[in-house]
């Protein structure tokens, strides 16, 4: 069964620092690219960062940029995105999400919520 499985989420000040975590089972991680999306309140689901599975390629969305960092390992199934100096408008609901850049095939984590309070 395939699963991703995300934490992390939480109540956080602004300024301060999250780091999301989610762990992947029952397909072979390595092979998918891996990325975040958030969903704020009312808004349309948005991508916030990504990394492939082949050189380690990163992207980041400009409202994240030099704030977010997005990380793998392999070795132990597992994506995280570390969020530092967040903003009120970093709230959302975050998913993990893998992707066969080949088949297109493609699985979602059911989401944490991450609250920044001003």
């Known amino acids: 069964e395939v699963q991703l499985q995300a934490s992390g989420g939480g109540l956080v000040q602004a300024g301060g620092s999250l780091r999301l975590s989610c762990a992947a089972s029952?397909?072979?991680?390595?092979?998918?690219?891996i990325g975040w999306f958030r969903q704020a309140p009312g808004k349309e689901r948005e991508g916030v960062s990504c990394?492939?599975?082949?050189?380690?390629?990163?992207n980041y969305a400009d409202s994240v940029k030099g704030r977010f960092t997005i990380s793998r390992d392999n070795a132990k199934n597992t994506m995280f995105l570390q969020m530092n100096s967040v903003k009120s408008e970093d709230t959302a609901v975050y998913y993990c999400?893998?992707?066969?850049?080949?088949?297109?095939?493609?699985?979602w984590g059911q989401g944490t919520l991450v609250t920044v309070s001003s």
């Open positions: 029952g397909f072979t991680f390595d092979d998918y690219a």
């Open positions: 990394i492939s599975s082949s050189d380690g390629s990163t």
């Open positions: 999400n893998s992707i066969d850049g080949l088949s297109g095939q493609s699985y």
